[in-house]
């Protein structure tokens, strides 16, 4: 050992011992602790947090059974399970190895030692108990940041029959390991339906992770998903998990899966089929452990039949499906979903904005809203940060802006695609080219506004 690392207890009923291993230890350790008697045990645990437990297989005199020991190994884990713990014995044999390690202990030591010997193994079982540390202080991180991400999403509202059922749905599949299919248009919620369900699922303590399958590159694509090992190429500086490792025991999200090219939803499905996933560069497969929840606004069903996504990889995906309806036809929810947006805005800016009139909701209920409950969102804040009064008008919501012809988008046409482009091109210019302003005003996200923007080469 180089610099005097680590806390170690050593318990033996022999006092001869417990002086050799404090003699051997001391210019090596932070701090050795002996003790004799084992029942002392608990009560060192609870005053110190030991790196590494040294403890005697057989307390009674001229005992070879370890059952002693055992149950002292058992009452340790019990206290602590990331407990590092070495058995000393003079009777060590195969079996005894065997029964010890599959019983938790770390390593075994066998009397006469080597002095080398035992601290290289002291060595390594501080070692493991260093980073059995960092992974359960991960885990309590990661759980906080869950809690902390699941914020913005602990309200999910809707009265309407169309949540109503969205609700029930959830509740029924949250607890089993079903592959879910979340249709809906742009900001109808989809997130925040696989945000619900991993929350109430058995895996809600693990990890959620999100990818944006619109967003990637095909280039991008598998050592995103999958991972990539050093120098598998140019940019590869280390070895790094994709997501799918990094949803281990959690859910993973694939949203915007519609926008798949068809050879990635090849690779796809090899992955979803064998459960396992291979990095960049390395020829090991990985098992995976992962709850899939895929999310899409394009009618996936219509493409499956045309040829543009897998009718294989939609069976394997919409094991359950989910679906989302668009605001427009959720009136129902128009006063929740004010009093929702409008308490949360009061807040961040602090004003006393009072609830909506009949007549603002019935202007708000007319709107077709074609970036749902994102635009119906925004478009409550902005009204509440232009309003001078803490009383909102039907003036106050400007949305007209959004209906082509009276912002001067002439429609020659009723070709869809050329519409989308036309609007976009509007609304970029109307916001000097600012996209997250214009993603706002059309109720997208900036990724999904630069998708669009690539399609129609703008
Ligand atoms: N029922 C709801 N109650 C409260 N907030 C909602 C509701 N539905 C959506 N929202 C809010 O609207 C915004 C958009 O929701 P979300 O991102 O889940 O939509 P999406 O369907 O996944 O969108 P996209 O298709 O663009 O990815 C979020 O800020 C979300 O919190």
Redesign the pocket.
């Known amino acids: 050992m180089t610099s005097k690392k680590g806390k170690i207890l050593a318990v033996d009923d022999n006092a001869d011992i417990l002086f050799a291993l404090k003699m051997l230890l001391k210019p090596h350790c932070e701090l050795i602790q002996t003790e004799i008697n084992p029942e002392r045990i608990p009560q060192h645990m609870a005053e110190d947090d030991y790196d590494v437990i040294l403890l005697d297989m057989n307390f009674n005199k001229d005992a070879i059974s370890g059952h002693e020991g055992f149950s002292w190994l058992k009452r340790i884990l019990e206290i602590d399970p990331g407990a590092v713990v070495l058995f000393i014995t003079a009777y060590g044999d195969v079996e005894k190895s065997v029964k010890a390690i599959k019983s938790g202990a770390t390593d075994f030591i066998i009397k006469p030692w080597q002095n080398e010997k035992l601290l290289g193994t002291i060595w390594s079982a501080i070692k493991l108990r260093e980073s059995r540390k960092e992974v359960s202080s991960l885990r309590e991180r990661q759980k906080e940041i869950n809690t902390i991400m699941d914020q913005?999403?602990a309200?999910?509202?809707?009265v309407s029959p169309g949540?109503q059922q969205v609700f029930n749905t959830i509740k029924k599949v949250a607890g089993t390991d079903a592959n879910v299919l979340i249709l809906?248009?742009?900001?109808?919620?989809?997130?925040?339906?696989a945000r619900a369900l991993h929350r109430q699922s058995k895996r809600a303590d693990e990890p959620f992770i999100s990818v944006?399958l619109g967003a990637l590159s095909d280039t991008l694509f598998e050592s995103e998903l999958f991972g990539h090992v050093k120098g598998a190429f140019t940019d590869a500086k280390s070895d790094r998990p994709g997501r799918f490792e990094l949803a281990a025991g959690g859910t993973i999200f694939l949203?915007?899966i519609g926008n798949l090219s068809l050879p990635l939803q090849a690779k796809l499905l090899t992955v979803l089929e064998r459960r396992e996933v291979t990095r960049v560069g390395a020829n090991k497969p990985i098992p995976i452990n992962i709850r899939l929840i895929c999310?899409t606004?394009m009618g996936i069903k219509q493409m499956a039949v045309e040829g543009g996504f897998r009718q294989d990889l939609l069976y394997r995906i919409n094991t359950v499906e989910v679906d989302?309806p668009p605001l427009r036809e959720r009136h129902e929810?128009f006063p929740l979903?004010a009093d929702?947006f409008i308490k949360i805005y009061n807040k961040k800016y602090n004003r006393k904005i009072s609830r909506p009139s009949q007549q603002v909701l019935r202007k708000l209920t007319d709107y077709p809203w074609p970036g749902?409950?994102?635009e119906f969102?925004h478009v409550i804040e902005r009204t509440i940060i232009m309003s001078e009064s803490d009383t909102l008008t039907v003036d106050d919501f400007q949305l007209s802006h959004h209906s082509g012809a009276k912002d001067g988008v002439e429609l020659e046409n009723y070709n869809l695609d050329e519409v989308e482009k036309m609007i976009i091109e509007k609304v970029l210019k109307n916001n000097r080219g600012n996209i997250s302003k214009a993603a706002s005003d059309l109720g997208?996200?900036r990724t999904?506004l630069y998708r669009r923007m690539e399609k129609h080469g703008l």
Do not use: C, W, Y
């Not at 309200?155 to 809707?158: E, H, L, P, Q, T």
């Open positions: 913005p999403f309200d999910f509202i809707g949540m809906g248009e742009n900001g109808t919620g989809k997130e925040l339906v944006d949203d915007e999310a606004n989302l929810d979903l929702h749902n409950v994102r969102q997208l996200t999904s």
